[in-house]
């Protein structure tokens, strides 16, 4: 069996391509995972990787051997990781949800997608709420909710009663939530239409798009799961004008935490919460 303090170091810079990278998700100095590389490979008695100009390549043995010492350690470490506090990369609508969990701490998601997918990469997160994240064939992918968009306004929005013909939608100026998949604004995604709409005030937060929309005639779009929340602060909520797809909300993670039994279990009770049907 070969020393895990040489497997651990090598698998980092294998899985991240960088020893910087290794290091950080380590917890470990640069100069201390590249003599851990040196060593395994005196061990191995051949090299695992060859520099090409700044970047380091994994030779053809080195493929061959992350491949077999890659899957017993992930299944290693899923079975034995103990009890501890886990870290949840969540949207604001499924954190708003989300009763006080003792056995997690809950971050907002980053906005960009290839951070959070390197958080989990690294270590930094070991669950995450979101939706429409990139396929990795390293994570795990599991339905977790579905959840819709509506409209929302003012409550005493002169112009707009109990509903809003799409000429209104168009015709409104809007307050949009800088957040943006697939190279498209999330209604336009949502609904499969590119609106030529007049943004008025572009916010990065759910709590600012509510405070930008109250007390104007601006129109925003909020997760429908939210609509209680911004009922309690003057809002009213409309169903939209046209069609939009639900959107389904996914738990990514590691492949190594899917037989886990904590993480299993967490993810088991953070379905049933999130549950809205």
Known sequence: MFDLNLVRP??????????????????LTQPAVSSAIKRF????????FIRMGRKIEPTSKAHQLATQLGMALELMDGAV????????????NAIANLPEMPNVQLIESPRVEED?????????????IDYNLPRDSGLNFEHA???ELVLMCDAEHPAVGDTISLEQYLDSEHVTLKLVRQNAQIVDFLSGKSFSRKVAIEVSSITNLIVA????RYISAIAKSMSDIAEKFGMKILAPPFKMRKVDFEFTYHKKYQNNAQHKALREQLRELLSHD
């Open 145 to 147: 909710f579905s959840d």
């Open 41 to 48: 490979e005196t061990v191995l008695g051949y090299p695992l």
């Open 81 to 92: 990781a103990t009890e501890r506090k886990m870290i949840v990369y969540a949207s604001v």
């Open 213 to 216: 929309t109250k007390g104007t």
């Open 116 to 128: 959070i997918l390197q958080d989990i990469r690294l270590n930094k997160a070991d669950l995450v």
């Open 10 to 27: 090598f698998l980092a810079v294998y899985n991240l391509g960088t020893i910087t990278k290794a290091a950080e998700s380590l917890s």
